[in-house]
């Protein structure tokens, strides 16, 4: 889930064991879609939001998961 806090973008993510993780995230418009990358990313992590609404995640080697959108 992305969402809005005092004016920043935050990414959280929810496992299927119920435990979850949240950072902050900055937006950014790439090859017309939107991009966004943890504001302190350590690796080359980024997270691109695809036409059909769900958000592709990539790393060095490429693409290495999806999020599906959900309602």
């Known amino acids: 889930m992305i969402y809005k806090k005092n004016k920043k973008i935050f990414l959280k993510q929810?496992?299927?064991?119920?435990?979850?993780?949240?950072?902050e995230i900055i937006k950014k418009k790439f090859k017309g879609k939107v991009r966004y990358k943890p504001n302190k990313n350590t690796e080359d992590i980024y997270y691109l939001v695809e036409i059909n609404g769900n958000l592709s995640m990539y790393g060095n080697d490429g693409k290495f998961g999806d999020a599906l959108k959900t309602n």
Do not use: K, L, P
């Open 14 to 23: 929810t496992f299927s064991d119920g435990s979850s993780v949240e950072q």
